[in-house]
């Protein structure tokens, strides 16, 4: 089974940035990848799929539009989610998924990793 270990969490101001990572255990050529969030109390929701030779662009969701870009890494089987401009309502756990369906923005995805929190806060 593919393995995914998130890294890069943290408290960060509003305004601010971060850089999150997901290391997958195996290559990640042939998987979809994507990036979900769950803030408390919420619904996990995803937030951006990576593009692949298959899918060429990226898809993200209308919230996080202009401030969030995925991208992945096929050489260090690695994906990454650049956030900018954090706002406190970005504050939640962020799971990196990977599947060789494209569910794109939907929690469907087979291989989940644990996740890495993100708490924006001044």
């Known amino acids: 089974d593919l393995q995914l270990v998130e890294s890069g969490g943290g408290l960060v101001q509003p305004g601010g940035s971060l850089r999150l990572s997901c290391a997958a255990s195996?290559?990640?050529?042939?998987?979809?990848m994507a990036w979900f969030r769950q803030a408390p109390g919420k619904k996990r929701e995803g937030v951006a799929r990576a593009d692949t030779t298959w899918r060429p662009s990226a898809v993200y969701a209308d919230s996080v539009k202009g401030r969030f870009t995925i991208s992945k890494d096929n050489a260090k089987n690695t994906l990454y989610l650049q956030i900018n401009n954090l706002k406190p309502e970005d504050t939640a756990m962020y799971y990196c998924a990977a599947d060789r369906a494209d569910w794109v923005l939907l929690d469907r995805y087979e291989y989940w990793g644990q996740g890495t929190q993100v708490n924006v806060s001044s």
């Open positions: 195996a290559s990640v050529y042939a998987y979809y």
